[in-house]
């Protein structure tokens, strides 16, 4: 998916009002993928050729038209999640444990800490 043409449709105050206003609706998962976007394209250490892929995403993520819309139960963020698990696949490398973490922070703020597995749990 070329995602060069939804970059000019991110805007970070567009992205906090739509987080704000659809966090529970959208789900941790979505909220979390968006923030490791978010809080990647913000480090001085991403080339700019990824905050393109970044900014492409979040901008397709925050268009009000969608292939499938936000508003239409258990299935209106599938695409959405979809666009950035793609871009997340290409710019991994710049998803540190650190933007990570800062995401889990943001998304257990607004939606309440949840148990997270030890490393020896998961393994299980």
Known sequence: MNLSKYRHLYTASQFWRKLARHAATAGRGT??????????????????????????????????????????????????????????????????????AQAHGKVDQWLGARARPTPRQAET
């Open 31 to 100: 909220l979390e993928k968006a923030l490791y976007l978010y809080y990647a394209a913000q480090n001085p250490a991403t080339p700019a050729w990824a905050r393109r892929v970044m900014y492409g995403a979040l901008g397709y993520f925050i268009l009000p038209l969608d292939a499938v819309p936000d508003l239409a139960p258990l299935v209106g963020y599938t695409d959405d999640l979809s666009v950035m698990v793609a871009a997340l696949g290409t710019v991994a490398f710049y998803i540190t444990p650190q933007i990570k």
